[in-house]
């Protein structure tokens, strides 16, 4: 039996202790990130399950690597003596690279908060924040963030998934019914909890995010094939009149220009640079992955390979300016943009010049370095693809957030 933890607050003029060193932090991760490659590509065959595969999903990822706020995390991380909770971006690009270099999809499908954590701690009232964190202390929980649709992708002003009242009392448990699809939702066919993005009115601030259970009737969840990241489980979600009540909608105590739409697109922002941490940890796996493998290099080789050695370092200098920006202030996304698409970039550029300097049978003799090619395409589409980031990072330059000297 779980007891849940009461609620706690910090003291008026509380100030949150400094994050830890990158470098001891990252050093605090390493038997997790090495537990991750260990059965990395046993969790790349079709149809396998990190939640049997993978012991160290439940024995050791769970729940110390979490994220879970301090109230509902009794054994967080230990990083020089204190504890770490990896409640904030900074904290969390420094965790999930490393990981991501031991296996990024394990990292993608291991159980959590996920996106759907960062909306509830934007949205949630106090209430809904105990009843999803409770859920996730309690247990090994998976979760999903169930925004694209076949046809609108991730544009949430083109949503067509519907949330309508029933016309029963806005009282009773089933006030609302949930329809519609979603697809390509990264761990669809496992996960015990989420949140959909549906609309209830015409209109910009018609979207509402929705906490949903798969357990309730009328939800359906299909696995995807995929050529790479097999493990995260992408699938589509089929949703055919689904019980929703009042209490499940997020943000109902905020006004509706602060839910919906820009509820996702501060969840966005504070996303990017842990997914741009990701794809940098993907290309640091396969530079590393190369260099242990060809010993000797032409000059043009050597002269290639630092090359991406200095760009590794670069971006992930712009990863952690991305990761400050996005504590200080989730509503501008610019700088995460840029991390995102120059990470995705990079990610896939050093996985093919790794499989080019071992050569013509590289993909069957070096399987490992196969499926980091194959992973590391997934990165373009998660999180807005390069031409979203794009047109964010022009937004940025023409309101004077970058390139302003």
């Known amino acids: 039996m779980t007891t849940t933890p009461a609620r706690s607050r910090p003291p008026a003029g509380h100030r949150p202790p400094p994050p830890p060193d990158p470098a001891r932090l990252c050093a605090a991760v390493e038997e997790y990130a090495q537990a991750f490659r260990a059965t990395a590509l046993a969790m790349d065959e079709p149809g396998a399950d990190p939640r049997t595969l993978n012991p160290v999903v439940h024995d050791a990822y769970f729940p110390v690597l979490l994220g879970l706020p301090p109230a509902y995390n009794p054994d967080p991380l ?4 204190r504890p ?18 031991g296996d990024a999809a394990l990292m993608v499908a291991a159980p959590g908060p996920s996106l759907s954590g960062v909306l509830t701690e934007e949205l949630g009232d106090d209430d809904q924040k105990e009843r999803y964190y409770t859920t996730l202390a309690a247990r090994p929980t998976w979760t999903f963030f169930a925004l694209t649709e076949p046809h609108a992708g991730s544009d949430a ?23 519609g699809v979603k697809k390509y939702i990264g761990n669809a066919v496992r996960a015990d909890l989420g949140v959909v993005f549906a609309r209830i009115k015409p209109g910009p601030v018609g979207v509402v995010a929705v906490l949903v259970e798969p357990t309730r009737p009328g939800f359906t969840a299909t696995a995807l094939p995929t050529t790479g990241m097999r493990a995260v489980g992408l699938g589509e979600i089929r949703l055919d009149g689904v019980p929703v009540a009042r209490s499940d909608i997020l943000g109902m105590h905020l006004s509706a220009t602060r839910r919906g739409i820009v509820g996702a697109m501060r969840t966005f922002n504070r996303a990017r640079p842990v997914v741009a941490a990701m794809a940098l940890g993907i290309a640091q796996a396969a530079w590393d ?3 242990g493998h060809r010993r000797t290099l032409r000059a043009d080789e050597s002269y290639a390979m630092d090359a991406l050695r200095r760009r590794l370092a670069g971006t992930r200098r712009l990863v952690l300016a991305a990761a400050e920006q996005a ?48 992973d590391a395409r997934a990165f373009e589409f998660m999180e807005g ?8 990072l022009a937004l940025g330059h023409r309101k004077g957030r970058i390139l302003d000297d």
């Not at 230990?78 to 003596?81: K, M, N, T």
């Not at 002003?157 to 949930?178: F, I, S, V």
């Open 289 to 291: 992955y190369a260099a």
């Open 78 to 81: 230990i990083v020089d003596g």
């Open 84 to 101: 770490c909770h990896l409640h904030t971006c900074v904290e969390r690009v420094v965790v999930y690279e490393r990981l991501a270099w």
């Open 327 to 374: 504590d200080r202030d989730p509503g501008d996304g610019t700088v995460a943009s840029a991390a995102k698409y120059r990470a995705a970039e990079l990610a896939l550029e050093t996985a093919e010049y790794a499989l080019g300097l071992l050569g013509p049978g590289a993909r069957l003799d070096h399987p490992l370095l196969d499926k980091l090619h194959r």
């Open 157 to 179: 002003t083109a949503l067509t998934t519907a949330l309508t009242e029933t016309g029963a009392d806005a009282g009773t448990p089933a006030a609302y019914r949930l329809s």
């Open 385 to 392: 693809t390069g031409t979203m980031q794009r047109l964010n």
